[in-house]
């Protein structure tokens, strides 16, 4: 697991072996099994749950992604949103706290942590785009070019609430698309 984050890292910022090292001691590896959470945490989904009792699925993360909810965690204020696993995972985790004191004594990771802000920033920026200016069919096409085996491996149930449709109207597209039509 530690790899896949000195990967992460390796592929933003230059750490020496010992500033990795330091870097990954402020981690704690945590395992999840499919449904257990991490806040109320293979496959995450971050989703919130409205007043009606209705899901909305915010964000899939699959293996090497990070996944939190960034305001909770830049203002320490409680979270509005569940993340929970749709898949047995192992997550490398990262508290506030050590966050800072990680920025203290490696300060190259200053930089990959604002590549990461920017590049969630930007992924939520194409979502508002997406759920405001495309049809339900050009946001499942556009979700299928993006993650080509995301069918595989999340139901449809999670992947209408992803797109903001019902599951029968997943269904009906999918059936279009296969049909051709």
């Known amino acids: 697991m530690y790899e896949v984050l000195a990967k992460s890292i390796r592929e933003k910022v ?3 072996e010992d500033e990795m090292q330091l870097c990954a001691s402020f981690f704690t590896l945590k395992k999840l099994r ?9 496959v995450l989904r971050s989703y919130h749950v409205d007043k009606k009792d209705q899901e909305h699925v915010i964000q899939f993360a699959f293996e090497g992604w990070w996944i939190a909810d960034s305001y909770s965690f830049l203002t320490e204020e409680p979270s509005a949103y569940n993340i ?10 990262l508290t506030r706290e050590a966050q800072k004191e990680l920025l203290l004594k490696v300060p190259k ?3 990959y942590f604002r ?7 930007i992924a939520m ?3 508002v785009l997406s759920s405001l200016s495309y049809s339900a069919e050009e946001k499942y096409t556009k979700l299928l ?8 491996r999340i139901s449809q149930q999670q992947i209408a609430s992803y797109l903001g449709v019902t599951p ?12 051709g039509k």
């Open 168 to 179: 029968e109207t997943l269904s009906r597209i999918r059936k279009q698309l296969a049909s």
């Open 84 to 93: 929970d696993a749709l898949e047995d995972a192992e997550l490398l985790l």
């Open 14 to 16: 230059f750490l020496n």
């Open 125 to 127: 920026q194409r979502r």
């Open 145 to 152: 070019e993006s993650y080509p085996n995301i069918a595989q």
């Open 109 to 111: 990771m200053e930089r």
């Open 34 to 42: 499919r449904k257990q959470y991490l806040l109320q945490e293979g």
């Open 115 to 121: 590549i990461l802000l920017q590049k969630s920033l």
